[in-house]
């Protein structure tokens, strides 16, 4: 690859019930630790969003590990049962701790990926994971604000990264921001003006997609290097 990323697609059992999925690997020259990317509810790993930033995280020294959830595998529109999605999770955790055994590994992903992420750890520790990382936690549905999302979180023992839009429909700011201030130094919130929950900023705000995209790869990147 022209920008130095080596990627390679590989597969994983996500359980006996749901089979195999698949995988999708990006190496940087010289990676520094390994962050696992669970995709969100309507779109797979290979959602343009997901692709840009591992390529961004890549030209910042961070590998990548980004999964298919089995509805999203076989075409469905609906998410798996909750105890599927966290079944994933920990087998996509363990398989980049497989792949990637000498780095410092963290976890996360979009929307339904990082808080099916947080909810694993809640349950029990991610082995080896240093840090959870939040892109846009769905905290509510669209219209109907409430906290009630983000209850399990106070049983997660690592560190919590949240990025979130100004306008993001599935997290009222007020309400992300008392959940955040309520799990202490775990928790550390980095709002985005004028991005919605997808991270799309209007042409008026003077701002990019791609500056926005930037800001969380920095922001990810801040996290990661302060943790190892």
Not at 139 to 158: F, I, K, M, Q, Y
Not at 212 to 228: C, G, K, N, P
Request: aromatic share 6%.
């Amino acid at each position: 690859m022209a920008d130095g990323l080596v990627a390679s697609e590989t597969k994983f059992t996500a359980g006996s019930i749901a089979g195999e999925v698949s995988a999708l690997v990006m190496w940087p020259p010289g990676a520094r630790a390994m962050l696992v990317l669970g995709h969100g509810a309507g779109a797979g790993m290979r959602h343009a969003f997901m692709d840009a930033m591992a390529r961004r995280l890549g030209d910042r020294g961070l590998a990548t590990l980004r999964y298919q959830f089995p509805y999203m595998e076989t075409g469905s529109r609906w998410p798996d049962p909750r105890p599927i999605l966290l079944a994933t999770v920990c087998a996509a955790v363990a398989t980049a701790r497989a792949t990637a055994p000498d780095l410092p590994l963290f976890a996360g992903g979009k929307s339904l990926g990082g808080r099916m992420t947080s909810m694993t750890a809640a349950q029990t520790p991610l082995q080896d994971v240093r840090g959870i990382v939040f892109l846009g936690f769905p905290l509510h549905p669209a219209g109907r604000p409430a906290s009630e999302r983000g209850t399990h979180l106070a049983d997660v023992t690592v560190p919590m990264l949240f990025l979130n839009g100004t306008r993001d429909k599935l997290a009222a700011p007020e309400l992300l921001e008392g959940v955040c201030a309520n799990l202490g130094p775990l928790a550390r919130l980095r709002v985005i003006d004028g991005a919605d929950h997808s991270f799309g900023v209007l042409k008026r705000s003077g701002r990019t997609n791609d500056d926005v995209l930037d800001e969380l790869a920095d922001a990810i990147d801040r996290f990661v290097t302060q943790l190892i």
